[in-house]
């Protein structure tokens, strides 16, 4: 296949039916571990991901046999070395009432399992998470500037278009993502000052989260639950007290609320600088067989044998792609072919043969 081709042709072409049992068989002894967190609800102007696109993701998936298995399964399988057909599983974070509306039902429609992660806190009522809220803020403000003290720093901000009123929004947000949770919240409440805007106790429809009632409805259509800690902090800036009760404290919550709890934890943000060595050891000692992250690869048997028991309590996971060719790619193993290659091709000699230039080529155009 000429690389010089168009990388949507490319894309579209691998992601045929046609060529479907060959990626199957590419991607064997795969385990792609997926992570959603909204579901487009244009009623409520949620925008997330589009049910009609997860419904022909699951069709393609189910008519070439992959392997959807809960979380619980494919700790097994993981446990018992892996191996076999490619396995694709599952999840969604934070607890959003979208989950149930729109994207249990398909799931449930193709037999699929899926485990939701609740911020219990959120689910309980006792808050609306800090994102929401200064989004609402910048939504509902008449105002065209604002002052930001950030520790010894004072940053000023102006606008006049909802462009770049939303620019500003982003910005804010990136800076408190990794502020101490007392110092955000103190943040948050002075920028409610400063933009004029009062925050209403519970949230709108729009960013409200699921409640416990239709958590145990969509357990009967084969759903199961894990915490999410219960205010959604950042677990490396906690104090080691707060680290231990947002984990212990949502893990109780959940088991309260419902039979189809899972034994598995869910970091928030889960980037490698969102968790270390104290919250593997604190997931560990609450009984947890493995936790979540977001670093990005296949999770593996060899996960759970890494730097001893607590390897398990760091698997990966992927973002959930929004179109089938990036799907395919995972799922099929086309991104470890690109990653060999590539990685090859960084110490193979200069003679190296053209046809292996060409596929590490195509593969990188089909990936990149």
């Not at 609450?286 to 759970?304: E, G, I, K, Q, W």
């Amino acid at each position: 296949m000429p690389a010089s081709l168009p990388r949507p042709f490319l894309s579209r072409v691998m992601s045929a039916d046609i060529f479907a049992p060959a990626l199957r068989t590419l991607g064997r002894g795969l385990v792609s571990i997926f992570t959603f967190h909204r579901f487009a609800d244009p009623d409520l102007g949620v925008v997330g991901h589009d049910p009609a696109a997860l419904r022909d993701h699951l069709a393609y998936l189910r008519r070439h046999r992959y392997r959807l298995l809960s979380l619980t399964d494919v700790i097994r399988d993981l446990e018992e070395g892996g191996g076999g057909p490619p396995t694709v599983a599952f999840t969604v974070d934070d607890g959003y009432g979208d989950f149930a509306r729109i994207a249990a039902p398909v799931f449930a429609e193709f037999d699929c399992p899926v485990t939701l992660f609740v911020t219990t806190g959120f689910v309980d009522g006792l808050l609306w998470l800090w994102w929401d809220r200064v989004t609402y803020l910048f939504e509902h403000t008449q105002c065209s500037s604002l002052v930001l003290n950030l520790e010894s720093e004072a940053r000023s901000y102006r606008w006049s278009t909802p462009g770049e009123r939303s620019r500003v929004q982003q910005d804010v947000l990136s800076r408190l993502e990794w502020m101490d949770g007392l110092q955000r919240e103190a943040t948050i409440a002075w920028l409610a000052r400063q933009l004029d805007v009062e925050l209403p106790a519970s949230p709108p429809p729009a960013v409200a989260p699921i409640s416990w009632d239709e958590v145990r409805r969509t357990a009967k259509l084969g759903v199961t639950f894990g915490p999410h800690t219960v205010t959604h902090p950042i677990l490396s800036l906690a104090t080691d007290q707060a680290c231990r009760w947002e984990i212990e404290e949502s893990y109780r919550r959940v088991r309260q609320e419902t039979d189809a709890w899972v034994p598995v934890f869910c970091y928030p943000n889960g980037e490698p600088r969102a968790f270390g060595q104290r919250e593997l050891e604190a997931t560990q000692h609450a009984r947890f067989r493995v936790a979540l992250t977001t670093v990005r690869d296949y999770a593996a048997a060899r996960h759970l044998r890494a730097h001893g028991a607590l390897g398990r309590f760091a698997l990966p996971r992927f973002p959930y792609p929004d179109d089938r060719p990036h799907l395919v790619h995972f799922v099929s193993g086309l991104l470890r072919l690109k990653r060999m290659l590539l990685g090859r091709s960084r110490t193979m000699p200069s003679e190296v043969t053209p046809r292996l230039a060409a596929l590490s080529a195509t593969c990188a155009g089909l990936l990149a």
